[in-house]
């Protein structure tokens, strides 16, 4: 079998997917994106795709990973990371198919029969994350995640970080002890202030408190842990296990969070989750993207044996029809059930793609970029 083939398709709402083509009629779908920077992830896959996989055996999975990251002098970030990510997807996808099983047969099956799942409920500007946060307890879910500050100066006043609490202590009263609440810093709290926050937010018993510092700052988690009992995750910005690998080896982190569209795909995921387990360390998947990321984020969510709960990004239980149901032709694969999915079983990722609707909406183009935020004195501010 060859590769023949590849398309990409910008798609609303922020979406870039990979269509790769072999001589055998199978296609692979992948999804190669960084929120803000579809072009430049597609100029990276195009690259690689005609510099290197055309006329390659689908197969060869791990040799093609290698070669995709060495073969080039200057290695990893995530534009090249998010580009070998979503090649890295539809060749999982394609080899799926051609054996006809998921997966995560191929990565050594299943370690679980369901995947614990949680959502974002907003909480940067608080409008009504009440109401989003009891919408998620009353259809099942039992952990959610949200973020409690907008911009943040490197210290703030007693009054913000009462505001910070005041919006936590209201999910709290909203869905109670039942469910398990993960408050995302964002990075955008220094490690000064960070301290403060963190202790304060302490009565609430968070699952765990994502980002607390930005990834550039990440020598600065041992501390932070020493000061506080809430557990620390961070690796939304961490795109491979050489990435992960000074963080483990500081310590003071509890769970990691690498989206396999970001972090170089399925074959990298499963090693850092590896990595992981091997510090004693649970894996919640990063996953704030489309229908092709998160069934290629559940394939290992399905394997690996320290996941703790899996991230997604659109709606999947009952509600009004969410952006992931225009590209694939049978969005209910995503089958949701008091708070968890179940593993998806069709071959390859699990998702059938409807090829005409991606072709359609991709004529619209595709227009997001992230906000520029700015502190009351005119400089730049964290998003």
């Known amino acids: 079998m060859e590769i023949t083939g590849y398309e990409l398709f910008e798609v609303p709402p922020r ?69 070998i990510a979503g090649i890295d997807q539809a060749l999982w996808d ?49 952990a959610l995640k949200m973020d409690a500050s907008n911009q943040m100066r490197h210290l703030e006043p007693p009054k913000v970080v009462d505001d910070i609490v005041d919006r936590v202590r209201h999910v709290r009263d909203v869905v109670g002890e039942k469910m398990d609440i993960v408050v995302d810093f964002r990075g955008r709290i220094s490690k000064s202030l960070a301290k403060r926050v963190i202790t304060a937010l302490e009565p609430y018993d968070l699952l765990f408190v994502e980002e607390p510092v930005l990834p550039e700052n990440l020598e600065y988690v041992p501390e932070l842990a020493q000061a506080t ?61 489309g229908p092709i990321a998160l069934a290629a984020s559940l394939q290992v969510s399905t394997a690996i044996p320290n996941l703790l709960m899996q991230d997604h990004g659109f709606d999947i239980y009952p509600a009004p029809k969410s952006a992931a149901d225009h590209y694939l032709h049978d969005a209910s694969v995503f089958e949701f059930d008091d708070g968890y999915l179940a593993p998806l079983s069709k071959a390859g990722l699990g998702v059938e793609i409807n090829e005409s609707a991606v072709r359609e909406r991709s004529r619209q183009g595709l227009d997001w970029s992230n906000p520029i935020w700015r502190h009351e004195d005119g400089s730049i501010a964290e998003w």
């Open 94 to 142: 394609i080899k799926g198919k051609h054996f006809d099983v998921p997966v995560f047969e191929l990565l050594g099956g299943r370690t679980r029969d369901k995947i614990r799942v949680y959502q974002w409920i907003g909480g940067d500007r608080v409008s009504d994350i009440g109401s989003e946060a009891k919408q998620l307890s009353e259809a099942g879910y039992t």
């Open 15 to 83: 979406w870039l997917f990979l269509k790769v083509e072999t001589d055998a009629g199978i296609v692979g779908w992948g999804e190669p994106i960084v929120e803000g920077r579809a072009q430049t992830v597609r100029t990276a896959v195009k690259e690689v795709m005609e510099s290197y996989l055309l006329g390659q055996d689908p197969h060869a999975i791990e040799d093609h990973w290698q070669a995709m990251y060495r073969g080039c002098f200057y290695r990893g970030g995530p534009v090249l990371m998010s580009a």
């Open 229 to 289: 009992t809430v557990p620390m995750a961070t690796g939304e910005r961490l795109y491979s296990r050489w990435d992960f690998k000074p963080l483990f080896k500081r310590g003071g982190i509890d769970v990691i969070q690498p989206a396999v569209s970001h972090a170089g795909g399925i074959s990298e995921l499963v090693r850092i989750a590896a990595m992981a387990e091997a510090h004693d360390v649970a894996v919640a998947p990063n996953c704030p993207l």
